[in-house]
């Protein structure tokens, strides 16, 4: 398992919940699902469905905005911050950034972006004298872009930060795929869901080293190989729910961190389908930028999933 920084600020705004983060996450898993249902209609494979739905899965990852164009993290504090690839900026961006570009002006939760004299910053196509940014956890995140560079900012544990990404990242030039375990319906394994009376609170761990606090309303329980097993729900949004599970390929096989599913909510009578083939690595296997949870204790699985998604050799 990665080791989790230690050195953070403690919280000074609303701490940010795992759903916030994952909304729109759940928009974009919603809409396949749709289209893995049309894919059963069409008669196509279990193997090739699977193979679809990666295939879905890496266009995602390696799209101009996707988490392989991620090339810079930068905490805010009060005050303002000036922002350019020069070395005596507050926050200093890649080589490819103007020298001094501008600056963040952050007051609470309030936080705007002015361009420096002569240097373009647009939001939407067009170019801003001041901007006030809406952070990613809103419906209508403010994206700046200067040349390849998009920038915006995020709210982790109830800290700000500005999220840098470039879609002509080396990582995402130089991404050569991600190994996976051979396709087998083994790994799809039938689960029932056992509802907790009340919700219990559960502490996800976040690679950034503070906890996301939820309530979790219960856990799926299977049967691998005739052992029972339990894995909690990190998120319950839309037509599936969110799982950050460990098991013992962690660190060997698979990223040391942990990997994600994403399972159909359970029936009428509790009953869902937990596939492991769609087990996947969470974006801080290809990005030290990245702020992904981790498992939990009750979800770290004295089993080794042989399934899924190993790992991928990145070049930063």
Request: glycine content about 8%.
């Amino acid at each position: 398992m990665r080791p989790i920084p230690t050195h953070q600020t403690p919280m000074r705004r609303r701490s940010t919940t795992l759903a916030n983060v994952l909304l729109t996450v759940a928009i974009v898993t919603s809409a396949v699902i749709v289209a893995a249902a049309a894919a059963d209609d069409a008669g196509v494979s279990y193997e090739q469905s699977i193979n679809d739905w990666h295939k879905g899965r890496i266009e995602r990852l390696t799209s101009d905005d996707g988490y392989l164009s991620l090339v810079g993290l930068f905490p805010l504090e009060d005050g303002t911050h000036r922002f350019g690839s020069a070395p005596d900026n507050d926050v200093v961006f890649p080589d490819k950034a103007p020298s001094h570009a501008g600056t963040v002006v952050v007051d609470g939760s309030r936080v705007t972006v002015a361009p420096a004299a002569s240097v373009a910053i647009l939001h939407e196509g067009n170019a801003i004298t001041r901007q006030l940014l809406v952070p990613d956890t809103e419906e209508d995140t403010t994206l700046l872009t200067m040349g390849t560079l998009t920038f915006y900012l995020i709210e982790r544990g109830g800290r700000l930060y500005i999220r840098l990404k470039d879609r002509e990242s080396e990582t995402r030039r130089n991404f050569r795929g991600v190994e996976r375990y051979t396709v087998s319906e083994q790994w799809r394994v039938k689960a029932r869901f056992e509802r907790y009376d009340p919700p219990r609170t559960i502490r996800i761990p976040n690679i950034l080293g503070y906890d996301y606090v939820e309530q979790c309303i219960g856990v799926f329980i299977f049967n691998i190989d005739g052992k029972e097993y339990r894995l909690e729900p990190a998120s319950t949004i839309g037509a599936e729910w969110f799982i950050v599970f460990g098991d013992e390929t962690c660190g060997r096989e698979t990223y040391g961190g942990g990997r994600f599913v994403y399972v159909p909510a359970p029936d009428e009578s509790g009953i869902t389908w937990i596939d492991f083939n769609k087990a996947y690595s969470p974006p801080c296997a290809f990005s030290p930028f990245a702020t992904c949870p981790l498992p939990h204790k009750e979800n770290m699985m004295a089993v080794s999933i042989l399934a899924g998604e190993k790992n991928a050799e990145i070049e930063h």
